[in-house]
């Protein structure tokens, strides 16, 4: 199930006040949210993993990258991997 993120509200706000652009767009599409399952930083994570690579390879990289943290994507595991093992 989907649902509106606790910040979304907030991060509208900031956004309208820090960059005209965006402030022009979120006035636009008012009506409408980002969605996000339960786990935001599993979400990043797959997010960015996705958008640079094809879907078969970000399937393979994501089970990767899961399994250096010993099946948990959460910050405080991720941070203790070192930038040799993420590349």
């Known amino acids: 199930m989907t649902k ?5 509200y907030k991060a509208k706000r900031y956004l309208s ?4 652009i965006m402030k ?6 008012r ?5 996000t399952r339960k786990d935001i930083f ?13 879907v ?7 089970k990767k990258f899961k ?3 010993n099946g948990k994507i959460k910050p405080k595991i991720v941070k203790k991997i ?3 093992k993420l590349k």
């Not at 006040?17 to 005209?20: F, G, H, R, S, V």
């Not at 022009?24 to 599409?29: A, G, N, P, R, S």
């Not at 078969?56 to 994501?62: F, N």
């Open 24 to 29: 022009t767009l979120i006035y636009k599409y």
């Open 4 to 8: 509106v993120p606790k910040y979304w």
């Open 31 to 35: 009506d409408k949210t980002l969605t």
């Open 67 to 69: 399994n250096s943290c």
């Open 82 to 84: 070192t930038t040799q």
């Open 56 to 62: 078969a390879a970000a399937k393979k990289k994501l």
């Open 17 to 20: 006040k820090k960059d005209k």
């Open 42 to 54: 599993f979400s990043l994570c797959k997010s960015i993993i996705g958008q640079q690579i094809s």
